[in-house]
């Protein structure tokens, strides 16, 4: 208790500040992710990734609200709410390599500086952030609210058991209860479908041949070539994985702070997505995850242990100023050159 | 010594003045009022403030922190202290330049990509240390460690430290009631100052150590040039450059409030030194003017800017890497750039009449255009998907297979735009008119300067 005392946390009620990190830091991973990834096999710090966050979100929206969300409100759902995650993940696939193919591959055909594809890439999010305003508004939408299941799982009052369903949500509830963790079945969705896709893409490039082609051309886009490998195809595959980790995050956290949805939400993120992806070592996808994770934590720790909780992006700020300064290839990257 | 140097300046600006009223006058015909003009100067500032550390091999995305740090300054000094113009571009670029020192000595060692979101960092720490500094203010005057240091620092910006609560920032809602000081002949005569002093350092020792640096840090360091002082000299330079834009805002503006110093600010201080071109001190500057003054030209665009903006940015850094200025110098024309050269006034062109053709249709149900839409549209595209083909499909160096045909189709285009207008086929002659025929004319033009005759 000396501890939590020194900590500050004495008053705190951990285990729901713990859950609230969880799933706050599966959110950044997922985003951080794709950043990640192109950062690894291209080189390319895309900025345009918060942007491709934002339009994942519409996506979802469009896709289960129909046409209504071009105009105003989305009053009540056309589809059901989960084709909300597909599109935006197809979406955000696709936006991504169609980015990919304009702003990126004329620069890399003509072997231009690095700094270049980083300049064309804040191009494109300027771009994408505008048509979004001019289609959309920059009204602030979202989902129907009775629809989305966001309110803390807790035990019912009246207790009819009649399905076995009923006995698990009951049994999750009163788990939830006795710990003192408030979770709501979104933010179990979100820790869900974020620990899927990064098991997944940790499978998909630790253990397949194309994760082994990926990683080849990571290592060196001509030794790949050489052995035969179609890096073009590899970096639009790179991308739409990228693009698709970012529709799924935006989607995701549209749902999770419903209603969220509008032409600035990438902002905030985009930064703190550098921060993750600096902090976990630059183009590395283990890195990502776990600077996701920890930049949450730090971010609920300031926010609940101190007074200093209006200047928690501060904090994670001037962390990620420090790490650049003093370990600018991150806890788990690897030494890099780029220094003098 | 105030006074002696306002006697000297003073005569100065007045002729400054009196020169630039017919020009002013004539800008706000075609749409740029004097607000607009001094937003211009003032971006091209900026754009110089980031050339300068650019020149140096140094990607610092951190102009837009200094720019914020320079207009606060500014405001309180004038606000609270009654200060003049002078005295708060003085102290405005001091402090912007004293803050640069200790940030620059540890973040200059990083390089490339780690150093641009190290300082896009710096941005959004000085931008959350304004928004919050009233609260942050108080907590360091009450602290037992630091209330002695931070007094004495306070009291450099309100009369009454013990306060309760200090307003010196006022948070997210900015200062509000700035005196406006800043007059277009100062903006000026700031420009042309910085112009000699540009001019002259690019023909100096240090700004031939800089370009050495840019070329390569190593080498530049073998030949005897101390690296790290011509960095951090560069950087605290293009900081007081960007805190002196930030002065001149905040005193032209009224109101300033810290969102507008975010990182939106800093990329488009970025485009501006883009667009320009890296390669030459006037690029940022004719960026700087350019960038700012296109959405207010294109009225009909104004709802577009944004993504004008963007668009122009990506244009330019992917066909012409050179900026505005690689236009103007003489290099391009050696060594085969007459091609390249001519392929890129080509696509500029046919990306002008592609967007006219596509995007005013939206814009005001193809009226802009003054004329009958459908007509022309199909017209077009059909010359524009010949011009994208003939662009696409030539592979070789030589020009010659696609000059004739570019040559043909750009005469014959100015030539019937022309002739339309001439018969009174067209309404009126609206923007989008003149731009298909400067787009036209830039087809022809790409033509005839690949045309292989000779050595030209």
Known sequence: MEILHFLGLENANIPAQLMNAIWLGSLYSLFALGYAIVFSVLGILNLSHSAIFMWGAYFGLAASCGTSVYDGKCVELNHALWTAIPAAIIGGGILAVVIDRIAFYPLRKRNAPRLSQLISSIGVAIILVNLAQLRFTAERKGFPIADVPNTPINVPNGLDIEQPLDVARLALALVFQESGVSISPIQILVIIVAILLMVGLSYVVARTRLGKAMRTVAFNARVGNLLGINTELIYMIAFFISGALAGSAGILFALARNPAVDPFMGDSLALKGLTVIVLGGLGSIRGAVVGGFLIALIEVYINTATKYGYLDQAFVFMLFFFILLVRPQGILGQPIEDRA | MWGLLDSLLQPILDLATQLLEPLLERLATVGLSEPVVQFMLMNAILGVSIYLTLNCGMFSLANAGFMAIGAYVGAILT???????????????????????????????????????????????????????????????????????????????????????????????????????????????????????????????????????????????????????????????????????????????????????????????????????????????????????IPELLRELREYSGVVTGVILLLIIVYLPGGLTSLMIPSFWRNGGRYEFAKRVTTAGVVLVGLVNVLPYQIDNGRILGYEFWGLIIGNMVIVGLLLWVRYTRQRQNGGHFSLPLMGVGITGVVLFIALALVGKIDHLAVGYYVHLIGMALVGLGGWISYPAEER
């Open chain 2, 79 to 293: 606000t609270q202290h009654g200060a003049t113009l002078g005295e708060a571009l003085l102290y405005g670029m001091l402090v912007a330049g004293i803050i640069a020192i200790p940030v620059g000595l540890p973040v200059l060692r990083l390089r490339n990509i780690y150093l641009a979101i190290a300082t896009i960092g710096f941005g959004e720490i000085v931008r959350l240390i304004i928004l919050h500094f009233d609260t942050l203010a108080v907590e360091f005057r009450d602290s037992k460690i630091f209330g002695p240091i931070a007094r004495p620092i306070l009291k450099l910006m309100v009369e009454d430290v013990d306060a309760r609560r200090l307003e010196i920032t006022l948070g997210a809602r900015g200062i509000t009631r700035i005196p406006v000081y800043t007059e277009t002949a100062h903006l000026v005569v700031f420009l042309l100052v910085l112009s000699y002093f540009l001019y002259r350092l690019h023909h100096s020792r240090m700004g031939r150590a800089m370009a050495a640096i840019r070329q390569d840090e190593r080498v530049a360091a073998s030949q005897g040039i101390n690296v790290v002082y011509y960095k951090n000299v560069a950087f605290v330079m293009g900081a007081m450059l960007a805190g002196a834009a930030g002065v001149f805002n905040a005193l032209a503006t009224r109101t300033i409030e810290p969102k507008a110093y975010g990182f939106d600010k800093a990329v488009d201080i970025l485009a501006y030194a883009v667009l320009g071109g890296l390669g030459n001190w006037l690029g940022p500057i004719l960026g700087g003017l350019t960038l700012t003054a």
